[in-house]
């Protein structure tokens, strides 16, 4: 079973609108840590927004929040106020704890565009 | 903060010849870095996991004679392709972990675009 599953290959948002880019994950281990990362066409992976499984509150960066649902495994990403500049490829990721490793899973991608 | 750069961003060889690719950290100590290997329209794969001090962990699939990993120091880690071939064309990415942040957090390079010719 896949680890990270972001099942909308492409979505389309109108500027200033409001956008929820979904991801659900599958782990045993109780710590976890859930990470977006965005990718433009340039090529850099840039971090946006990290939340940890024992987080009480929704994390939020500026325009970036994420929606935690812990019991129904998603963590997914909402970008506000949608921006030309946000059209990019996202990435959701997560790193399991308990293993001891650093290594992260990542999901298949959403690319996101952002109509004028 | 958290910086990483990758060099060269873009590198074209002939079949038979090596490349390196230089991973740095430039405004803190990773000890743990590591490299992923895109291709066209898909996720991230990872290839290694690279230790300062120590020999890389590399994951299943991944031949180690291939893609040699060096991690001399906290911020610099490297990785040679060796006899290139036109396959081993892609986008090879690295990352470093800032241990100092309670997230571990994963800071990545701009990337390493490889084509053999």
């Known amino acids: 079973a896949q680890k990270i599953t972001q099942t909308q290959p492409g979505m389309f948002v109108q500027e200033k609108e409001a956008v929820t880019l979904d991801c659900t994950y599958d782990?045993?281990?109780?710590?976890?840590?859930l990470f977006w990362y965005k990718q433009p066409s340039s090529g850099e992976m840039i971090f946006l927004i990290y939340q940890g499984s024992y987080d009480q509150q929704n994390a939020t960066e500026g325009r970036y929040s994420l929606n935690f649902q812990k019991a129904r495994k998603s963590a997914n990403l909402v970008i506000s106020a949608s921006q030309l500049g946000d059209s990019a490829m996202y990435f959701c990721a997560m790193r399991e704890m308990g293993a001891g490793s650093y290594q992260l899973t990542f999901g298949k991608g959403t690319k996101l565009s952002v109509i004028p | 903060g958290a910086v990483v750069s990758q060099h060269p961003s873009r590198v074209i060889c002939k079949s038979g010849t090596s490349v390196k690719i230089e991973c740095r950290s430039l405004?803190?100590?990773?000890?743990?870095m590591f490299w992923y290997r895109q291709f066209p329209k898909q996720s991230l794969m990872l290839m290694a996991t690279s230790n300062e001090g120590s020999k890389a962990t590399y994951e299943q699939g991944v031949e180690k004679d291939k893609f040699l990993i060096n991690h001399a120091s906290l911020t610099l880690s490297t990785l040679t392709v060796t006899s290139a071939h036109p396959e081993d064309s892609s986008f090879y990415i690295c990352s470093a972990s800032d241990r100092d942040r309670v997230t571990d957090t994963q800071y990545f390079g701009p990337g390493t675009r490889l084509t053999v010719l």
């Open positions: 405004d803190f100590q990773a000890t743990t």
């Open positions: 782990t045993s281990d109780p710590s976890y840590g």
